[in-house]
């Protein structure tokens, strides 16, 4: 039996935070609690949630510092807390840590499933808002109360293939813009797979992952392999013509880009710059600590993209 028998997932209206409670609750009677912490029970993915057999509670819209009591009674009984909130509300995971050690929880997930933030964080602003949230959990004053896991899974499988990366896939009509010269290799990983090695971390030995970095790939390949994946998809549909184009974007051009990029192209331009120069790659992984999870290669998902 699973050691964490209360498990509360903030952000779990999110793909991966939806997957993981679903994965979770697959088995009755396995936890005695799977809670969905959400600032609108009423909604209708809370509902479907609830209907599965999830517990739903309600915590303040805002989480400042002045929400730390209400969201610590939320937190009541619980015994680990899996975060999946978004890039806007990063930050905001600061008061849920304090919470989480006046609530008494054991271990805290941070929203990361990114790249090696560790060695990388430094040249890719965007990620920066993670920084502090990993030195509080390591600091002495929380570290002592409250344990925590690092998720690593390179980039979602679903977002590489996507017009955030340059991709227009339309049928078998497809363009891409590659960065640099589309030779450096990337970490890749579906967002339901993601779920799944997290539901695996909650069910297996604390032991195994209690202050640690665990990275998890679901394929890892260039951007030349991946065009060629996507290209052999389309010419192979039988009687449909098909058009593809290719160019390629240097460094130099987009980190010129960077100088002036704002809003979303500046999170954009930092990503594709980050692939360029390798910094996508993850140097390992702890699939094997998981053989029953079998993760989504990139020629599966490619398959279904042009059908």
Request: net charge neutral; glycine share 8%; aromatic share 8%.
């Amino acid at each position: 039996m699973p050691a964490f028998k209360n498990i509360a997932v903030v952000g779990g209206t999110s793909t991966i935070g939806q997957a993981l409670i679903k994965n979770l609750l697959t088995t009755k009677g396995e936890f005695d609690a799977v809670i969905l912490l959400t600032r609108d029970p009423e909604s209708k993915t809370s509902k479907d949630l609830a209907a599965l057999g999830a517990e739903t509670r309600k915590i303040p819209s805002e989480l400042s510092a002045a929400a730390i009591p209400a969201l610590a009674e939320s937190l009541k009984g619980v015994d680990a807390l899996v975060s999946v909130i978004g890039a806007a509300g990063l930050s905001e995971q600061v008061h849920l840590i304090h919470a989480s050690v006046q609530a008494g929880v054991k271990r805290f997930f941070p929203s990361e499933f990114g790249v090696d933030l560790d060695l990388h964080a430094p040249s890719i602003p965007f990620v920066g808002a993670k920084v502090p949230i990993r030195q509080l959990l390591r600091s002495q004053e929380i570290a002592s109360k409250l344990e925590h896991t690092f998720v690593e899974n390179g980039y979602f499988l679903e977002g590489f293939f996507s017009p955030f990366f340059n991709w227009q896939i339309s049928g078998t009509s497809v363009a891409v813009d590659i960065a640099g010269t589309g030779d450096v290799p990337v970490t890749v990983t579906l967002q339901a797979d993601v779920a799944r090695y997290l539901a695996e971390i909650l069910r297996s030995d604390p032991a195994i992952s209690r202050n640690k970095t665990l990275k998890f790939e679901g394929d890892r390949f260039t951007w030349n392999q991946a065009r060629e994946l996507v290209s052999n998809a389309v010419i192979h549909v039988p009687g449909v013509k098909s058009s593809f184009s290719t160019t390629y974007t240097s460094v130099e051009k987009l980190e010129k880009r960077l100088e002036t990029a704002q809003g979303h192209e500046w999170v954009q331009v930092q990503l594709l710059l980050a692939t360029a120069r390798g910094q996508g790659l993850l140097s390992h992984n702890h699939n094997k600590l998981f053989p029953n999870v079998k993760p989504t290669g990139a020629k599966e998902f490619v398959a279904g993209l042009v059908v």
